[in-house]
């Protein structure tokens, strides 16, 4: 007799994905590969996407109404599902999130229908880690104190003139700033 238990979920040490066992189910199906693009993409993403997964049918929606009605025979979905949708997804399996955190998402409906799970933790590491320093230098040069937000029709810059003395930047993600 089966387990009736959910698979275990585990967080995964490579590609940032939160993954569980496989199911049973090992049967091909005729169809071709069917994803759900649950948001808006332009068409550079799209192309990107067919580019990447050629023979995938990629399927955009509108609105939530025609997100539940298409995610029916759907394999994938890119986006944030709620019950209804897992519910109305008898052939989904895998839900990808843009977003690091998914302690939003129905965690426990994902389980119990083994779907897997794959967010964007740690995509956004590097640009969250130069925006801090960025401020972190803003802060260490006083900029809040020479221009501040409360004022943003103030248009002179003159604040600045002879604080800083060459502003380069020699690598594509570092600024250096060098001060007289």
């Known amino acids: 007799m089966p387990d009736a238990s959910p698979p275990a979920w585990r967080r995964s040490t490579r590609a940032s994905a939160w993954t569980t066992p496989a199911t049973a ?10 994803v759900l693009l649950a948001f808006d993409h332009s068409a550079q993403d799209r192309a990107l996407l ?3 997964a050629p023979g995938v049918e990629l399927l955009e929606v509108g609105d939530r109404e025609e997100w539940h009605h ?3 025979d759907c394999d994938a ?3 944030h599902p709620d019950e209804p949708l897992l519910d109305a ?3 989904l399996r895998w839900v990808q999130v843009g977003s690091a955190g998914v302690n939003h998402l129905p965690l ?7 779907i897997v799970l794959t967010s964007g933790s740690g995509t956004y590491g590097t640009p969250i880690a130069e925006h801090i320093l960025g401020l972190m230098l803003a802060f260490a040069a006083g900029l809040p104190r020479r221009r501040p937000i409360a004022s943003p029709t103030r248009s002179s810059w003159s604040i ?3 604080t800083t003395s060459a502003l380069a930047a020699p690598a594509a993600s570092t600024i ?3 001060y007289a």
Do not use: K, Y
């Open 89 to 91: 997804a008898a052939r």
């Open 176 to 178: 250096r700033l060098a």
């Open 25 to 34: 189910s090992s049967t091909s199906s005729p169809m071709p590969l069917r």
């Open 70 to 72: 298409r995610s029916a």
């Open 50 to 52: 067919a580019e990447a």
């Open 108 to 114: 426990d409906a994902l389980r119990r229908r083994g």
């Open 77 to 79: 979905l890119i986006g």
């Open 160 to 162: 600045f003139r002879r």
